[in-house]
């Protein structure tokens, strides 16, 4: 045995789980995650706990559903006491470190009640979702929300990109014929060029980031969080990136006449934001999706830099690595844009898990197609920690067992997501009140049931249609079917781990002993 | 209109709903609780939230369902960001206090990671609650478990009751005819008199603990949690209450041959803890069942002299006034002793508001059948004391407009309760482990549905079997009422407010904002 002592948990924003050459992408090709792929295993059915950032990132934090931990959306604190990876591995000794995104809420108003100052070091570790903000960049940087301190725009500028935001102003933003600035933000200028040197870009400025924070940490012990911005919009890249692949490299758009003609009253809904109008256009998707592509394909170049730079340092050795991503992107499958919704484009994540020990040498380069969900990192990385398990709270499962090659008969034979659109316009569309726009999906082998409240439930049967173009939510055929998938999905609600604050150990230990502690109620 | 300033908000413990004259009962009378319903409005189909004093106390304190605020049962801390009554009202101007007991177990370890003092003021609220602890006394004191500072010992020894422990030898015990202590937790001892004066045993001696909170907040406004211990066990009276009612005066037991011979598994499981296999012997219940009549009828003659010094003092004039229960006891009926389950016995709970403003004359004296539940008094308390609305975290609504006897055309057409046995010897029986040992209560107009995690659920026509003899559960012709109630506990547990750090009106303010915020993804 090697001895696996880091973490390094990557994740690409809006990164689709078939937009990877080993996940079956034709024409895009990504050698060095599939080759992370050949030394470890990738999980092919692995789904995100919320197909949006923040409430997706939270459940990989916290390791708990939605539901459990309750910032359901972007910009919904994460409250004070909900545990975080940070909190699970620090005290075994770990760095936890974040270089790039997590679209952490800081619960001002929890720490205020609290008495905990925000700029304290314990105030920074809950604001930041438990992670030490080696370099904290969400990403998104337009100028209304600027941050005057950004460091990647510090840096930007220290090499010579003068602007006020040349986060925006260069790294993404193309330029006219005249040099006048055409904001990535405009999905018309999506197949120009970035204004930037590749190499100051943001995905191979984070890439060197992560590398510091490695060379850094020495001989402690570190779990890292390289969290990409990329491909997620503005969808723009730098040169040769920008015109790598042209309409010609794209997958087929996956649109049924039928979805279109009588969608689900909420998919409807959706149906009508901007980004679904604008991504059904094949105009716009001839645009865009190739410089996706390109951004995917700058991802995958420096990460075998950094993969290079672990082999040279020795970390490949002592590394557990993850690659996955907060969600997927419609790019104009089934007439949408963005995620938020469940079809496989926007629930299903990559999921790559290498091991180095030898351990797991029985399933390096296998595809494992066990229902795997964003929770399990947390517990997995626990597992590797050697921690003590937190069932009370993580609700996910570790993979050591999977990537081990050992019968995990237990495992769970369905895959659970959530969706709160109540900030979206599709809730006015609607006509729905903030606390009533919440779906739920439960996908087993065959079969991806949506609830919806206050409408009624969608159904797919993925053997027969993967691509999920019948909606049979209405079929007579299926009520008995729909009614099981519901009470699964009850089921389910029910089991969700609410008592957190004692451990599971501490209830079987407390189990039936009120008598012998002087409580002696019901003797005669 | 006089003027509500003030909240009395009285709790007896394990207070049956029908053991109250006004409520029925027809050999136990208790005048000046009926007085205070002839003054207000008694709820004849209130329900707590968990019928066991911790969950339960929780979601009164909380205006939260179990299910969301987490503390599950006796013992559980409630995490350090629910927030409860007192944070709702100290903002307002509230004193808010508390004589009596909660149950509230502190989240330590929640305020050591956010380094809360427990012994700063601050850390005394968040451990007691939210309540400035006047007098903290949660009523059980066995020697096992002593604090050795508990007040009302100190007083007693202060007054010559020579002992460690007062509250037990003197306030809890009987006495041989040798002068040796018979202790009350044996129920073969409650028709003994306790060894105390009435006027120092501890129904008398909060009652003037509240008074003094009263009389020393002088012009602040204050809201009091009075919350007694009795009727609770110890089932043991001071004289004259031991011997005031007598077998002759109890009501008839409750109990069908059909559920003893047949009974569901989660419940045949707590029909085999001793309190059941005790409580179901009528030698024991005319033991024990008088002297719980006889300490809610002292319970009553001290609210009478509460109410009187009210009167006196003019805080009749100002004060909202709320005498409830956590839960109720099952003292023999349906074969079981004690709560926990969803019998009216154990679930339905006594609940009377008196309102002083002319407002409420209207509704005077009035019994109102609408389902109310403990979750409602945090959010009335915060309407009293003219707070905004908290939507987002309060899932109860204001009992105001049914005390001024205004249309609520949205009142809620169902209560819902829940359980966690993963404590009790029944989830031993059953082997359960602690995840997976709880039950769920829907009661509309006229049927209550129970689902319980892992067995069959339970269904009671409560129109034609009113004493819930008849379990349904297993009827082939109630299978589609069955499955309408089920789904109806699922779209109640899908509509729990999770997202409780971001007000509705704050979502309602940002929803559909992106674009205007500078993130303007979809655009062509």
Redesign the interface.
């Known amino acids: 045995m090697a001895g696996v002592r880091n973490i390094l948990f990557i994740m690409a924003d809006q990164l689709r789980a078939d937009y990877l050459s080993c996940a079956g992408h034709q024409t895009l090709q990504t050698p060095h995650i599939d080759g992370l792929a050949k030394r470890g295993v990738l999980f092919d059915r692995a789904y995100c706990q919320a197909p949006v950032c923040g409430p997706s990132r939270m459940s990989f934090y916290t390791g708990r559903y939605?539901?459990?931990h309750?910032?359901?959306?972007n910009?919904?604190?994460?409250?004070?006491?909900e545990?975080t990876m940070g909190?699970y591995l620090r005290p075994l000794g770990y760095r936890v470190g974040l270089v790039g995104k997590t679209h952490m809420k800081s619960?001002d108003?929890?720490m205020k009640?609290?008495?905990?100052d925000p700029k304290?070091s314990?105030g920074v570790l809950?604001s930041e979702c438990g992670f030490e903000p080696f370099e904290r960049d969400d990403g998104?940087h337009?100028?209304?929300?600027l941050d005057p301190d950004l460091a990647y725009n510090a840096w930007l500028r220290a090499k010579g990109y003068a602007s006020e935001n040349p986060w925006h102003d260069y790294a993404n933003a193309g330029e006219g014929p005249g040099g006048e600035i055409l904001?990535g933000?405009?999905?018309?200028n999506s197949n120009l060029p970035a204004r930037i040197r590749e190499e100051d870009s943001e995905t191979p400025y984070m890439t060197d980031r992560a590398m510091d924070f490695i060379r850094a940490s020495g001989d402690q012990t570190w779990c890292l969080h390289l969290s990409y911005i990329k491909p997620h919009?503005?969808y723009i890249a730098p040169a040769p990136y920008h015109n790598m692949y042209g309409p010609g490299q794209m997958q087929s758009v996956r649109q049924s006449d039928a979805e279109h003609r009588n969608p689900h009253p909420v998919v409807a809904a959706f149906m009508q934001?901007?980004?679904?109008?604008?991504?059904s256009?094949a105009d716009?998707r001839d645009i865009v999706i190739p410089t996706y592509m390109g951004l995917v394909k700058q991802l995958d170049d420096h990460l075998g830099r950094l993969f290079a730079f672990l082999e040279q340092s020795g970390r490949m050795k002592d590394t557990l690595i993850v690659l996955t991503s907060d969600h997927g992107d419609y790019l104009g499958d089934h007439w949408l844009?963005?995620k938020e919704l469940f079809h496989e484009e926007s629930v299903r994540i990559p999921m790559i898990v290498y091991h180095p020990d030898d351990a797991a040498d029985a399933t390096r380069g296998k595809v494992d197609h066990a229902f795997v969900e964003a929770i399990d990192l947390a517990p997995t990385f626990l597992d590797v920690a050697g921690g003590v398990p937190q069932?009370?709270r993580l609700e996910g499962a570790s993979l050591l067992p999977r990537l081990f090659g050992q019968a995990t008969p237990l495992w769970r034979e369905a895959a659970f997501s959530e969706c709160?659109y109540?900030?979206?316009?599709a809730?006015?569309i609607l006509g729905l009140?903030?606390?009533?726009a919440?779906a739920?999906m439960v996908r087993t082998d065959r079969w991806k049931y949506i609830?919806y409240?206050g409408f009624r439930p969608q159904l797919f049967d993925l053997q027969d249609d993967p691509h999920e173009y019948a909606d049979l939510g209405e079929s007579p055929a299926h009520a008995g079917l729909r009614?099981e998938l519901?009470?699964r999905?009850?089921?389910w609600?029910?089991?969700?781990?609410?008592?957190?604050?004692?451990s599971?150990a501490d209830?079987?230990k407390?189990?039936?002993t009120a008598k012998a502690?002087?409580?002696?109620?019901?003797?005669?």
């Open positions: 939605m539901t459990s309750g910032a359901t959306y910009g919904v604190p994460l409250r004070a006491t545990l909190d619960d108003d929890g009640r609290l008495g905990v304290s314990l809950i998104l337009p100028d209304q929300l904001s933000w405009y999905m018309r919009w503005p934001h901007e980004e679904s109008v604008n991504f256009r716009v844009g963005e069932p009370h709160d109540a900030f979206r316009p809730r006015h009140p903030p606390d009533r919440r739920y609830a409240e009614e519901a009470a999905l009850f089921t609600m029910r089991q969700r781990r609410i008592r957190t604050t004692l599971d209830v079987e407390r189990t039936g502690r002087g409580i002696l109620f019901g003797v005669w």
